[in-house]
């Protein structure tokens, strides 16, 4: 019986789930759910934690296929891309998947000395991390053949969607609720006509001399007869 080629598959398949785990458990945290008996800091820490048991579990699984004799992998073989024995590109999904979870490891280590930005930008990388397991589990992994297998491949890669899914959803109606309502239309204007002011008393009377005099008819003057 060859332990660590048990050991090997068993620590890929829990790593491959807790994996699936903290991604949805992520996406759940960036759509801020409000949950009455689970609060967001409970989820945060369940997160991290399911977090690190896939990084335990799946440094377990290179660590035993490095002491399995059964297909002899060597150092080099598990550190460098590309370099395995055993199905050579399949197998580099996985080594690179582990080298991005570690380096993701250390950037939630410093969390609190990096920039905001860089560590959320970063982080997003589990989601790729978690694409290279799936490929590689499937490819690479020697239970892929199984029905097991298939069903819990199947039943992570849908949890993911749909926690992806459901987040899309839910930032969509933020943008619809946040987005700002379109100003009141103001009433149409109705034409008043004002009352003309009355005029003063003294202008008055000027405009009636002014009227008089202008229709009282010209006086001519008499005209000199030129004696001869």
């Known amino acids: 019986m060859n332990v660590f080629w ?6 890929g398949i829990l790593g491959f789930m807790l994996l699936t785990a903290s991604a949805v458990l992520g996406v759940t945290l960036a759509g801020r759910p409000r949950l009455a008996r689970w609060p967001s800091f409970a989820i945060e820490d369940v997160h991290r934690f399911a977090g690190m048991l896939a990084g335990v579990f799946i440094w377990l699984h290179v660590l035993a296929l490095l002491a399995d004799n059964y297909l002899s992998f060597g150092l080099t073989d598990l550190l460098v891309p590309g370099t395995a024995p055993y199905r050579p590109v399949w197998t580099a999904l996985g080594v690179v998947a582990a080298e991005l979870l570690l380096a993701l490891a250390i950037t939630n280590r410093y969390r609190k000395r990096l920039p905001y930005a860089f560590w959320r930008r970063a982080h997003m990388l589990n989601f790729l991390v978690w694409s290279l397991a799936l490929v590689h589990g499937i490819t690479a992994g020697s239970d892929t053949d199984t029905a097991w297998a298939q069903l819990l491949y199947a039943c992570c890669a849908g949890a993911v969607a749909g926690a992806a899914a459901w987040r899309i959803s839910r930032s969509s109606s933020w943008t619809t609720a946040r987005a700002p309502a379109a100003p009141p239309t103001p009433p149409a204007a109705t034409s008043v006509r004002s009352k003309p002011k009355p005029e003063p008393l003294w202008l008055s009377s000027r405009n009636a001399a002014a009227s008089s005099g202008s ?7 008499p005209s000199k007869s030129v004696s001869p």
């Open 6 to 11: 048990y050991v090997a598959r068993t620590g």
């Open 215 to 221: 229709s009282a008819p010209a006086r001519r003057s």
